[in-house]
């Protein structure tokens, strides 16, 4: 009695039953299916995390109002409740003066908005327009790969020139020149100057290359008004000392409002942790996502015992017959046994298959990346339940008594 | 023809049995199935157990077809007793020494005829080429040579049982066990596959039919009769070494295919 018998029994059994035996096997598809897809979706989610974190440059803080920041991590408070205090460019000029911030080495006032940005017919929505200092690029880790930065002399002379992302640049200009061009923004005339390397990676958050940075007088000038900034950019010495200037920022803040009296409330921001913990907010999405999947594996892996139990009983009489004609107990056993892990494993490849198929897809904004030991897992864990889950039904089968089972109708 | 009954004068009894009890239940509830029965069925004998239902005959086929064990008493299968055998080792018994023929016919379903006669050989660990040469040999000899590919559900209960007695030979068994096997036949079939049992005794090999039929034990060279679990009646009709009785009028209303030296070889 060679194994290779059982092995024919076994799929000759499978045969007979294909519809049934193709949805026991659909089953176990979507649970490896499941899994692999979903934490290649996880892992997708949380790589686009990662090269945002990158893109920000990991050592910027950002100061805002108080109001703005609900509800964000990583941030402290200063000042105490009340009614008006905006952020000036002169309390930039004053952090970035002050010696009492050794961890502090650029700081960058900002006023940003979105407009409407138009180029010789094509428009376009440029949803993040930075009005800041030269040094506001090298803050937020952005480069300009044509063209030149705006300079501090077009800041003191509020010249209306601007540098633009590369989205801004595909949206208006598809393949000409860009430099030199006049777009309109908010039919406020802006001269390209230059143009920033893409930064990618963005697509889950909004898309940091849809971006145009402007000298700050010259968008508040024609775009924002002069009122509060939207934000101050600081950039810590290095991504160790963020904490420290964090700090630092925050005392400096507290003392300034202790004088003028004028109490609002300013949030400093650690960007790049507050992704952090988006990123650790990911990795629990993934848990969760790899959790239910298993759990589908799991119900796959019950719909093989259901099966097979059945396929027990209805063939009780087989079985008899076989045992009649002398077939060991192991020779039963191994062919219903057989029977559902074939199930489990043709389930598994078939799951491999479309797990793997389903990951190239962008699904809802995120691009899946696959985990190799995700595979492995879920074609392991399939395998091991055609195992696991089949031994019951065939060990019943194995020991039916031979009278007994010959005797069913 | 030679070698059944030469081999049966030096061999042990293909079948004996002593002092065989079956009790089914405990206590008042229990029932007693065989109440002590002696039975000595050497090789080459053609034996028809006969009984009303509750008899214990079926009970008797069981335990003489190593399905069950008795709870008390002595079986010898070709000199094996069977009572000291595991479950492991009784399977092997019923492979090699036993072959079954059910009233039901018991095929198995979507498998052609070639694959359920080849089954015993499969469990016996023959290998592939043998096991065609002698399921197709063991089919020839029942007359089904043209019907080697085909289903059960293609095939007349009468070719179904053929194909049950060819998958009960294949294996050379010492004894061929069938219950009640014209059970389910119309009266031809039934005289077919008594003929084939007829021709098959008459090479040599031991037989025991369970029937409730008169008509089918006179095919016997002895018949059994069994009331509540004892025997009362064990008529010898012709001698074991002889021809079975009915063999001459069996070969007159159906020209065999096979001849009884093929018979020998299988």
């Keep these: 009695m060679r194994i290779i018998e059982v092995f024919r029994f076994a799929l000759r059994g499978l045969r007979a039953n294909k519809l049934r035996s193709g949805l026991t096997t659909l089953g176990i598809l979507i649970g490896v299916g499941a899994v692999i897809l979903l934490i290649a979706v996880g892992q997708g989610s949380g790589e686009a995390v990662q090269a945002r974190i990158d893109s920000l440059g990991s050592n910027l803080l950002l100061i805002t109002h108080q109001s703005s920041a609900v509800g964000r991590a990583a941030s402290t408070r200063g000042g105490t409740q009340s009614s008006t205090a905006n952020l000036t460019p002169a309390i930039a000029q004053d952090l970035a003066g002050s010696d009492q911030d050794p961890d502090v080495s650029v700081v960058a006032p900002v006023a940003s908005t979105s407009v409407t940005a138009t180029f010789q017919g094509a428009s376009t929505t440029i949803s993040q327009v930075v009005g800041s200092y030269p040094a506001y690029l090298p803050i937020s880790n952005d480069v300009v790969s044509q063209g030149a930065s705006f300079t501090t002399d077009d800041v003191n002379h509020a010249n209306k020139v601007v540098v633009i992302g590369q989205t801004v640049v595909t949206d208006l200009f598809g393949s000409i020149n860009p430099i030199g061009q006049t777009i309109q923004m908010n039919n406020v005339p802006y001269t390209v100057v230059g143009v920033l390397a893409s930064k990618g990676g963005g697509s889950t958050f909004n898309d940091p290359d849809d971006v145009a940075v402007a000298p700050l007088s010259t968008v508040q000038d024609s775009l924002t008004g002069f009122g509060s900034l939207s934000e101050i950019a600081v950039q810590a010495t290095n991504a160790n000392a963020t904490n420290a200037a964090q700090a630092e920022v925050t005392n400096l803040l507290l003392a300034y409002l202790n004088e003028t009296t004028g109490t609002e409330q300013f949030t400093v921001t650690n960007e790049a942790s507050l992704l952090s913990t988006a990123q650790s907010t990911t990795q629990t999405f993934t848990v969760l996502l790899a959790a239910v999947a298993a759990i589908s594996l799991l119900v796959g892996g019950i719909g093989v015992t259901n099966i097979m139990l059945v396929t027990v009983t209805e063939r009780t009489r087989e079985i008899g017959i076989r045992k009649a004609l002398g077939a060991p107990k192991g020779a039963i056993l191994g062919q219903f046994l057989i029977e559902a892990v074939f199930l489990s494993v043709i389930g598994g490849a078939l799951g491999v298959v479309v797990g793997v198929a389903g990951s190239r897809f962008t699904i809802d904004g995120i691009k899946p990346v696959l985990v190799p030991s995700s595979i492995a897992l879920a074609f392991g864990v399939s395998a091991v339940i055609g195992l696991v889950f089949g031994s019951l039904p065939a060990n019943r089968a194995a020991k039916l008594h031979p009278i007994e089972a010959l005797r069913h109708e | ?266």
Aim: charged fraction near 25%; proline fraction near 5%; aromatic fraction near 4%.
């Design chain 2, 1 to 266: 023809m030679s070698t059944g009954n030469g081999a049966a004068a030096v061999r042990a009894s293909a079948v004996h049995i002593s002092g065989l009890k079956k009790i089914y239940g405990e206590g008042d509830a229990a029932v007693h199935a065989l109440r002590g029965v002696d039975l000595d069925v050497p090789h080459g004998d053609y034996v028809a157990i006969m009984g009303a239902s509750g008899s214990g005959k079926s009970t008797m086929m069981n335990i003489i077809g190593c399905l069950d064990v008795p709870s008390a008493g002595g079986y010898r299968l070709d000199g094996i007793d069977i009572g000291s055998l595991d479950e492991a080792q009784l399977s092997v018994v019923r492979n090699r020494k036993i072959g079954f023929v059910f009233q039901s016919f018991n095929l198995l379903p979507r498998t052609s005829a070639f694959e359920n006669v080849e089954l015993p050989l499969v469990y016996g660990g023959v290998r592939r080429l043998e096991r065609r040469r002698r399921a197709l040999a063991a089919l020839e000899l029942v007359g089904l040579s043209d019907r080697v590919d085909h289903l059960p559900n293609q095939l007349s209960g009468g070719q179904q049982q053929r194909v049950a007695v060819a998958r009960a030979l294949v294996n050379a068994p010492s004894l061929v066990l069938a219950d009640e096997p014209t059970g389910n036949l119309d009266t031809h079939s039934s005289y077919e596959v008594m003929g084939l049992f007829d021709r098959l005794n008459a090479v040599g090999r031991t037989i025991v039919v369970i029937t409730h039929e008169e008509d089918i034990a006179e095919h016997a060279k002895r018949f059994v009769r069994l009331v509540d679990g004892r025997i009362v009646e064990d008529h010898r009709l012709s001698p074991a070494d002889g021809l079975p009785p009915k063999l001459g009028a069996a070969e007159r209303d159906h020209t065999p295919r096979a001849t009884p030296r093929t018979v020998a070889g299988g």
